[in-house]
């Protein structure tokens, strides 16, 4: 381990070299980050690991360092590293074996994990001869960070391995934490539908029956068998249809729904909403925060909860386009299904095939696409109001919450009962105003069924008969079992999603 003053400093001045791909003299992140991937991986891979480094080499910390600064931090450090080098090395032979890296983890009373520790060792072991000599240990600790925090050069490596290369309790390497944030949002988000829209599934079949149903009265059924008999029934059917059309269209769609089936009505086509929600509302989740990464890096910072409001809203709109593309046959089909259901002595999966079948028949692809661009006009300013207004008063409450305690941002927990909350303002905000877009592109879905006899060339047709039919108003009929059903539906959704990126340790 004993080299002369002047081959210690060719050795530096090589390895900074090396570094140096662009031949500048200095070194910034943006270099580091290049050659370490290049070539000595595996070593700090993220940015935030980098600029760490680069703040402990620099003495002027101004975000890059000289070779001078280099050789300030190399010389510095060596020799702690040789020292904990020596200390390691129980037998005095110039190199570490299995047992003396877990003696010594044991002694500094970090995990004993066999399995962990092999893959630390099989890490530095580079030329896998089974030992580490003290190059490998070099080569390795010079750019673990060793601040104060980390007196010990064997405890820092090890945390560093543990935290920065994304080792698991299992002792198996993960892809990578930013490619396990990805996953884990997609399948929050997918369970956090799922379950919100099994949970209000009534009111979204009440909300689809009032819409399709423009203009027409409600059907009773009345039968005369002859006799006194069957004129009092015809009689009380009469009379029950009389106090039906009194009462007002949400009770009469109500007691029309459970005519047909008592309670299992209002779950119609829930089936088809499960498959549906679970891609839909992970594609939404997981393209939110995906865009709002983009945005982050676009507008130069660490956090996604630091970029604008503009670029959270914006994000929010985009989660909502790709997700109204990714599900958008499913969802003519559904709408389509409840349209038909009241009228056909068809069940399950019976109607559905039945009812795929028809649209095929009618129009092809192009049939379960109807009112597409409307949906999407529709879908991103509400998806953009729902997720951007909710990010938005998370935002602000954990800023006041992390004031008011003086603790850091990232500390703060947002209770559930705040986070319902949250959730049901932002989507009620979301859905008031896109309403009217919403109901018209439901009725070019459901066109041509039992329930929405109506047919129309566009959205410009679809608008001038609704508006024909039942008057401006008309533009916002459903609106009440809507909002009955986006508060409590967006407040779980977003209830299951917050604590699932919680139990999965998502950032």
Not at 487 to 494: E, F, K, M, N, R
């Amino acid at each position: 381990m004993t080299v002369s003053p002047e081959e210690r400093e060719r050795c530096i001045e090589r390895l900074f070299r090396t570094l140096d791909n662009s031949q500048s003299g200095t070194l910034d992140t943006d270099a580091l980050l290049e050659a370490f991937r290049e070539q000595y991986n595996p070593l700090p891979s993220s940015e935030e690991s980098i600029d760490a480094l680069v703040s402990e080499i620099s003495s002027q910390k101004n975000g890059y360092f000289s070779y001078d600064e280099f050789k300030e931090y190399i010389t510095n450090i060596e020799d702690r590293i040789a020292l904990s080098f020596k200390t390691l090395d129980q037998n005095n032979d110039g190199k570490l074996d299995f047992n003396e890296i877990r003696d010594g983890l044991v002694a500094l009373g970090m995990d004993a994990n066999d399995e962990r520790i092999e893959l630390f060792f099989n890490l530095l072991d580079t030329d896998t001869d089974g030992y580490i000599s003290y190059d490998e240990w070099l080569r390795f600790l010079l750019f673990v960070p060793l601040d104060t925090s980390y007196d010990i050069p064997l405890r820092a490596a090890y945390e560093f391995f543990i935290d920065e290369l994304d080792l698991s309790a299992e002792g198996d390497f993960f892809v990578s934490s930013e490619t396990l944030n990805g996953i884990g949002y997609f399948l929050a988000g997918g369970l956090a539908g799922v379950i919100s829209r099994t949970c209000t599934a009534p009111f979204d079949r009440l909300k689809v029956y009032l819409i399709a149903s423009s203009g027409q009265p409600l059907q009773t059924t009345t039968t005369s068998t002859g006799g006194s008999i069957g004129k009092t029934v015809t009689k009380e059917a009469i009379s029950s249809a009389s106090k039906s059309r009194e009462a007002g269209p949400l009770v009469r769609a109500f007691k029309h729904l459970w005519s047909q089936g008592g309670i299992r009505a209002f779950f119609v086509g829930n089936g088809l909403n499960v498959i549906k929600v679970f891609p839909e509302s992970a594609m939404k989740f997981g393209s939110f925060e995906a865009a709002k990464r983009f945005f982050a890096q676009i507008e130069g910072v660490e956090d996604t909860s630091e970029i604008s409001r503009l670029s959270t809203f914006i994000s929010g709109g985009l989660g909502g386009v790709v997700a109204q593309f990714t599900v958008y046959p499913i969802d003519t089909l559904k709408f389509r299904i409840q349209c038909e259901a009241q009228f056909s002595n068809l069940r399950g999966n019976q109607l559905l095939f039945e009812t795929a079948s028809q649209m095929w028949n009618t129009g092809g692809i192009r049939m379960f696409y109807r009112g597409l661009l409307v949906g999407v006009c529709g879908i991103f300013p509400f998806a953009a109001l729902d997720l951007g207004t909710f990010a938005a008063m998370k935002r602000a409450l954990i800023a006041r919450e992390a004031k008011k305690l003086g603790v850091d941002p990232t500390d703060v927990r947002l209770g559930n009962l705040t986070v319902l909350t949250m959730g049901a303002a932002s989507g009620c905000v979301g859905a008031s105003v896109v309403y009217p877009i919403n109901l018209l592109r439901t009725r070019l879905q459901a066109q041509g069924t039992h329930a929405h006899p109506y047919k129309y060339t566009g959205i410009v047709d679809v608008y001038r008969k609704t508006v024909a039919r039942d008057g401006y108003r008309g533009l916002w009929r459903g609106l009440a079992p809507n909002l009955a059903k986006v508060a409590p539906a967006v407040s779980i959704s977003y209830l299951v999603y917050e604590n699932t990126k919680t139990l999965l340790g998502l950032v």
